[in-house]
T-cell receptor
Framework: AQSVSQHNHHVILSEAASLELGCNYSYGGTVNLFWYVQYPGQHLQLLLKYFSGDPLVKGIKGFEAEFIKSKFSFNLRKPSVQWSDTAEYFCAVNARNTNAGKSTFGDGTTLTVKP | DGGITQSPKYLFRKEGQNVTLSCEQNLNHDAMYWYRQDPGQGLRLIYYSQIVNDFQKGDIAEGYSVSREKKESFPLTVTSAQKNPTAFYLC??????????FGDGTRLSIL
C-alpha cells in the first residue's frame, strides 16, 4: 500500500522568505508524484508533477520540486514566497505502471504568508 | 470550458436520511473519484471508477455508495450507515495516471 507523509502541518512565513515543504512517500514500485494547491475559496489544482526524466521539475507560479529516489522524497520549494501563496498544499503519489489513476494524498500543509 | 461540476455546494442531512451528491464532468475522462476532506487529514479516497459500470472501494467506503451509469456522471450517496458524515466532499476525474481535475466540493452537515 502507498502512503504519503508531509512533515509540516502549518508553516508561517514572511513575504520574500524561502519555502521548502517536505514530502516522503512509501511504495514498493515506480510512482508518479504530484503537488496540488488549494487556494482559499478555490478548487484543488495541480502545481507540478513528476513522471520521469529530470528529477527537478518546475511548476506554476515559480514553484519547483526535486525527486530524490534514494530518499523517497519530493520536496516542494520556492525561493521567495508572496502573500498570494497562502494556501493548503498537498503531496500525492500514484503507481506508474498501472491503468488505475487512484492517488494517495498526504495530510496537507497549510502555508500562511504574512505581508 | 471543460471541468467538473459538483452540486449542491452545501447540503444538510437529517438523522437516518440518505443524501446524494452530484458530480458531472465534461472532460471526457474515463476515471472518476470521490474523496472526503477533513481538517488535518488530507484527502481520503471513498470510491473510484475507471470505466462506466465499474467502480471500486477506496480506503473509507463504509457508509457510502456510488453508481457509474454514464461516463460523465459519478454520484455519491451518503447513507444513514455513515455515522460521521460531516465533511467536505471532493469529486475528481483523470485520464488514467495523469493529474486529477477537481470540482469545487460539497460541504455536508448534519441537522
Amino acid at each position: 500500500a502507498q502512503s504519503v507523509s508531509q512533515h509540516n502541518h502549518h508553516v508561517i512565513l514572511s513575504e520574500a522568505a524561502s519555502l521548502e515543504l517536505g514530502c516522503n512517500y512509501s511504495y514498493g514500485g515506480t510512482v508518479n508524484l504530484f503537488w496540488y494547491v488549494q487556494y482559499p475559496g478555490q478548487h484543488l489544482q495541480l502545481l507540478l508533477k513528476y513522471f520521469s526524466g529530470d528529477p527537478l521539475v518546475k511548476g506554476i507560479k515559480g514553484f519547483e520540486a526535486e525527486f530524490i529516489k534514494s530518499k523517497f522524497s519530493f520536496n516542494l520549494r520556492k525561493p521567495s514566497v508572496q502573500w498570494s501563496d497562502t494556501a493548503e498544499y498537498f503531496c500525492a503519489v500514484n503507481a506508474r505502471n498501472t491503468n488505475a489513476g487512484k492517488s494517495t494524498f498526504g495530510d496537507g500543509t497549510t502555508l500562511t504568508v504574512k505581508p | 470550458d471543460g471541468g467538473i461540476t459538483q452540486s449542491p455546494k452545501y447540503l444538510f442531512r437529517k438523522e437516518g436520511q440518505n443524501v446524494t451528491l452530484s458530480c458531472e464532468q465534461n472532460l471526457n475522462h474515463d476515471a472518476m473519484y470521490w474523496y472526503r476532506q477533513d481538517p488535518g487529514q488530507g484527502l481520503r479516497l471513498i470510491y473510484y471508477s475507471q470505466i462506466v459500470n465499474d467502480f471500486q472501494k477506496g480506503d473509507i467506503a463504509e457508509g457510502y455508495s456510488v453508481s457509474r451509469e454514464k461516463k460523465e456522471s459519478f454520484p455519491l450517496t451518503v447513507t444513514s450507515a455513515q455515522k460521521n458524515p460531516t465533511a467536505f466532499y471532493l469529486c475528481a476525474s483523470s485520464v488514467r495516471t495523469q493529474p486529477q481535475h477537481f470540482g469545487d466540493g460539497t460541504r455536508l452537515s448534519i441537522l
